[in-house]
């Protein structure tokens, strides 16, 4: 099931075995909360938590006597383990009568970021897997529409769309942003202009409009975000590395006959954002990535050798997209 339909799979009833996974670290402490609050009486008594990384071969063991321990003047005991990838000999020797016979005193959660490899948990017996994944744009501002509205504060579709694309839809800063235009707005209407003078643009976010810019061939609007940039997020390293990376992608995008959807996982981007950014590339054109990838990988390659200065680098990279000086 998708985070998002774990409230309603609680109110059902609860499960043997949640398995909250994904890279989205807000839905995964969310996850956790609510199923917490929903099956969990006297937490100092009846919940133990684990590290997954302790628990190796006849380790486990523990776990599954925790398990099998029954609850204290409570209907359930809930125990969590986190980042847990057994292997499948494991799984066989240690966990599989366990998940086959679970019993119903005893709820487990495991909450795994997916940052290492193990048997595929969420095809086992009594695992009810929770994808915990970054969301996609709709699915954000959907959730700061109806969180906004919750709070008494108003403000048009096109306004939480901005707060999601923002904040790249990382869950953890959407919830710190949309509560900090709760706490600054307490009721009325959220207007387009304080979103942008309120919301933070994740530096990554900025890069993407920053080459926006360049496709749009806006040389002020170029200089402003990369002017903020270096302010911002720290130097013109970063603002280089970052210009660097997203032509690399573009470019790879652009000349690559692969679909979409096996692109989205070579690059580890979203299938809609590999989308957007063949569109972009098609209107940069491939000659000019071309260019502009060797261009600003020698001018990055000057600086860390001191033949040119950061500022001097930046400009040198400015002149060559706008003005095919190089």
Known sequence: ?????????????????????????????????????????????????????????GGISALVSAVKNYPFMAEKRVIKVSEFYPTE???????????????????????????????????????????????????VSKWVYITLRRAGVNTSTSCCESIAEYCLCNMARVAVEVQKLIDYKQSGTLTREEVDELVYKDADYRIYELTGAVAQRNFTKFCEIADELQKKAGDEVFLLNGLFNYFKNLLTILSSGESDAELSKLLKMKEYGVKKSREQAERIGLKRLEKWVEYIYSCISDMKCGRLTPQSAVLTVQNAIFFDVG
């Open 1 to 57: 099931m998708k985070y998002t339909e774990l409230k309603q799979s609680i109110a059902e009833g609860a499960k043997s075995i949640y398995l909250l996974e994904g890279d989205d670290a807000y839905f995964r402490m969310k996850g956790e909360e609510q199923i917490k609050s929903a099956f969990l009486q006297m937490p100092e008594l009846n919940f133990t938590s684990f590290d997954g990384d302790a628990l190796k071969g």
């Open 89 to 139: 000999s494991e799984y066989e020797n240690y966990l599989k009568n366990l998940f086959e016979n679970f019993p119903s005193s005893s709820i487990l959660i495991i909450v795994n970021s997916g940052a290492k490899k193990g048997v595929d948990l969420k095809r086992k017996h009594s695992v009810a897997f929770v994808d915990c994944g970054k969301a996609d744009t709709d699915t």
